[in-house]
């Protein structure tokens, strides 16, 4: 019998602590130690942080001036070379959209993905389906991922009626398909779209970085 499908945040692709708190400094023109870790406080612990600016201050990086910390102008125009098309984005935008394109293991400056993942229900199926370890092929949609999830549950609860497949797409999700996907998320949903955002969308993603 196969098992419930499990997410595993270590299916992510891991974001070096310094990489966030020099694009967060650098959108934020500096920050005090205090304001630092409690921007990052979703994505990074306190020690982590404390790390970070340890070895970017050791490397010349970054520099307290006031009690505020700051990134010098070399390394800021590094980070903006490095966020690439989304140099010019504020903070929230790289949140929303390149830090979870990079921790999904996908290049946020492919046109492709970008057009792929404009969908903000698009971007958190993907983020479930990296979480639970669906096959590449899956991640191409919401549908797809909503639809093999499904088919792995009952799969998982009744083989010998289901057999290994394969499954076609579920294009119009019922009662059955939501009340499977809540029970996964451990929520009471109304509608699949409630219950995918039930798996943790971007949290999820951001609990692993």
Same mark, same amino acid.
């Given at each position: 019998?196969?098992?419930?499908?499990?997410?595993?945040?270590?299916?992510?692709?891991?974001?070096?602590?310094?990489?966030?708190?020099?694009?967060?400094?650098? %959108?934020?023109?500096?920050?005090?130690?205090?304001? $630092?870790?409690?921007?990052?406080?979703?994505?990074?612990?306190?020690?982590?942080?404390?790390?970070?600016?340890? %070895?970017?201050?050791?490397?010349?990086?970054?520099?307290?001036?006031?009690?505020?910390?700051?990134?010098?102008?070399?390394?800021?125009?590094?980070?903006?070379?490095?966020? =690439?098309?989304?140099?010019?984005?504020?903070?929230?935008?790289?949140?929303?959209?390149?830090?979870?394109?990079?921790?999904?293991?996908? /290049?946020?400056?492919?046109?492709?993905?970008?057009? =792929?993942?404009?969908?903000?229900?698009? $971007?958190?199926?993907?983020?479930?389906?990296?979480?639970?370890?669906?096959?590449?092929?899956?991640?191409?949609?919401?549908?797809?991922?909503?639809?093999?999830?499904?088919?792995?549950?009952?799969?998982?609860?009744?083989?010998?009626?289901?057999?290994?497949?394969?499954?076609?797409?579920? /294009?119009?999700?019922?009662?059955? /398909?939501?009340?499977?996907?809540?029970? $996964?998320?451990?929520?009471?949903? %109304?509608?699949?779209?409630?219950?995918?955002?039930?798996?943790? =969308?971007? /949290?999820?993603?951001?609990?692993?970085?």
């Amino acid at each position: 019998m196969d098992s419930l499908p499990r997410s595993e945040l270590t299916r992510f692709t891991p974001i070096e602590p310094t990489v966030m708190v020099q694009a967060y400094l650098a %959108k934020s023109r500096g920050q005090s130690l205090g304001k $630092l870790k409690r921007g990052l406080k979703s994505l990074l612990d306190a020690e982590e942080i404390d790390r970070a600016v340890e %070895k970017l201050t050791a490397s010349g990086t970054v520099f307290e001036e006031r009690n505020y910390l700051r990134i010098t102008k070399e390394s800021e125009h590094c980070v903006r070379k490095s966020l =690439g098309r989304d140099a010019e984005q504020p903070w929230k935008k790289l949140l929303a959209f390149r830090f979870p394109a990079l921790a999904l293991g996908l /290049d946020p400056d492919e046109p492709t993905v970008r057009r =792929g993942l404009r969908s903000r229900g698009t $971007l958190q199926a993907l983020i479930v389906g990296v979480a639970y370890g669906l096959p590449k092929e899956s991640l191409r949609s919401a549908k797809a991922v909503r639809s093999e999830l499904v088919w792995r549950v009952l799969r998982a609860a009744m083989p010998e009626i289901m057999g290994r497949g394969p499954f076609h797409s579920i /294009d119009k999700p019922n009662a059955i /398909d939501i009340k499977i996907l809540s029970g $996964l998320a451990g929520v009471r949903a %109304k509608t699949i779209d409630q219950a995918t955002t039930a798996f943790g =969308g971007e /949290d999820t993603w951001r609990a692993r970085n």
